[in-house]
Nanobody, 122 residues
């Protein structure tokens, strides 16, 4: 199995910055896409940003130009730099990995972290 550990959430004022980090560990055979999703109270989980193994990125429309996603393939980590934060960025941020566990998964599948709370005050 693949385990994901997130860190870096917290409380920040509007206009501030935060960096989230996620580390994948366990019996990893291969990781394709790594990314971040978020869920605000009463809303569906939505894409924040994702990055492929070759470095291609994709962002949700609401964060384009403010957030930057990056990954370290040698360490199986992904980071999300969040700038110019707004109150509407508040929510639980989840790390997601599309990968295969050695000896367990026949196909690539999604693995999710436990989530980290980000609260942006106005």
């Amino acid at each position: 199995q693949v385990q994901l550990v997130e860190s870096g959430g917290g409380l920040v004022q509007a206009g501030g910055s935060l960096t989230l980090s996620c580390a994948a560990s366990g019996s990893i055979f291969s990781i394709n896409t790594m990314g971040w999703y978020r869920q605000a109270p009463g809303k569906q989980r939505e894409l924040v940003g994702e990055v492929t193994s070759s470095g291609g990125t994709n962002y949700g429309d609401s964060v384009k130009g403010r957030f930057t996603i990056s990954r370290d393939n040698t360490k199986n980590t992904v980071a999300l730099q969040m700038n110019s934060l707004k109150p509407e960025d508040t929510g639980v941020y989840y790390c997601k990995v599309f990968g295969r566990s050695r000896g367990v998964d026949l196909y690539y599948r999604d693995y999710w972290g436990q989530g980290t709370q980000v609260t942006v005050s106005s």
